[in-house]
């Protein structure tokens, strides 16, 4: 396949999965700034510091994805955000309630094995 399909490809792939994700995560902002926060704590941290690294995996990674900065790094978050939320908060709900999740976390796993491409900051630094 041509190298430069596969680099469109992942382009592609960053700006969808990380723009997306940015729609699930910006209204978690506001969130912060209640008294007393609220938000679910699945895997025991607290209410607080869940709510910190939810907002990690699914604001300020996707951002990095998607401009293609450390984007391998910047995948961890992500994958571990929507594992937790597929497997964790979803775990009993029917495939149909977690399957965003999942497919989130297979572009994100994707985007980790593979890296950002040709057309990204990571890219433009090796340059």
Do not use: Q, W
Request: aromatic share 10%.
């Amino acid at each position: 396949m041509n190298k430069n399909l596969i680099d469109l490809a992942l382009l592609i792939l960053r700006f969808g999965s990380g723009g997306l994700m940015l729609t699930h995560g910006i209204p978690k902002i506001s969130k912060l700034f209640e008294s007393p926060i609220k938000f679910s704590n699945p895997i025991g941290l607290g209410e607080t510091p869940s709510l910190i690294l939810t907002l990690i995996g699914e604001v300020l990674a996707p951002i990095f994805m998607i401009i293609g900065f450390k984007t391998k790094i910047a995948s961890v978050p992500a994958i571990i955000t929507m594992f937790v939320a597929a497997f964790v908060i979803h775990l009993s709900d029917p495939i149909g309630k977690k399957e965003k999740a999942i497919l989130y976390l297979m572009c994100f796993v994707v985007l980790f094995l593979t890296g950002a491409g040709k057309y990204s900051i990571d890219s433009f630094k090796k340059s």
